[in-house]
């Protein structure tokens, strides 16, 4: 009875590992048991937020804010208006074909004024964490390479409270670096965006060379691999 137990156990914590759709390297890599990954064209990999193949968390999706792109966009609803920890991991992974020198911005929008009426301070609701996994280097003498690996804020808003801000700068501390990565031919990578102030709103994801055109909403969302 005891060993029938002992199977019984094991069957059971197998089946929920093989349900789970996140995945950990042990190092705080995560992953997705349904990943899709996009395909980088002419420099370019476009991502709308709210495809990502992750469980959302705390961040909801909403269409009140318009113009979105893409079918929504997400609002992060976790911690409070000004920071907490990196939480509600979402993964974005694509392939790169064009060995080069990358940006990576995200289209975004901060909502100041709660479900309450209360409104918070301009410099509030207006970042998340972003980091990035897979074979690169930094593609900025000037900026850390290990700002790019860990959960490091992520920032770029403005006091304009529409949807042409692009997040696209890492701050550690007073230091501010826009991010660039030399990313690798035939190689993929994973961005994970984790929340970090509430009411922080992402839309799309723009990955291009440094030589293209960093803000782009006009264009569809990039091919996944498997639609090749």
């Known amino acids: 009875m005891r060993l029938q137990n002992k199977y019984w156990i094991l069957s059971v914590a197998l089946t929920l590992s093989l349900m789970s759709p996140l995945r950990g390297d042990g190092n705080g890599n995560v992953s997705s048991s349904n990943e899709k990954v996009y395909n980088e064209v002419d420099g370019t990999v476009i991502m709308e937020m709210e495809n990502t193949p ?64 209360v409104i918070a301070r301009e410099d509030m609701c207006n970042d998340s964490y972003l980091r990035v996994e897979g074979n690169y280097s930094s593609g900025d003498p000037e900026l850390p390479e290990e700002w790019l690996r860990k959960d490091t804020k992520f920032w770029g808003n403005s006091a304009d409270l529409d949807w042409s801000n692009w997040a696209a700068n890492v701050v550690e501390g007073d230091d501010i670096k826009t991010v660039r990565y030399q990313f690798e031919a035939g190689e993929e990578y994973t961005v994970v965006v984790s929340g970090r102030a509430q009411r922080f709103s992402v839309d799309r994801m723009v990955v291009t060379r440094i030589e293209d055109q960093r803000f782009n909403d006009k264009d569809e969302e990039s091919p996944l691999l498997k639609d090749q």
């Open 54 to 117: 992750v469980p959302l968390g705390n961040w909801v999706k909403r269409t009140s804010l318009e113009p979105y792109t893409g079918a929504c966009y997400l609002e992060f609803m976790g911690n409070n208006e000004g920071f907490g920890p990196a939480d509600s991991p979402l993964t974005y992974k694509f392939r790169i074909n064009s060995k080069g020198n990358y940006w990576i911005s995200i289209r975004s929008h901060k909502r100041l004024e709660s479900d309450e009426g």
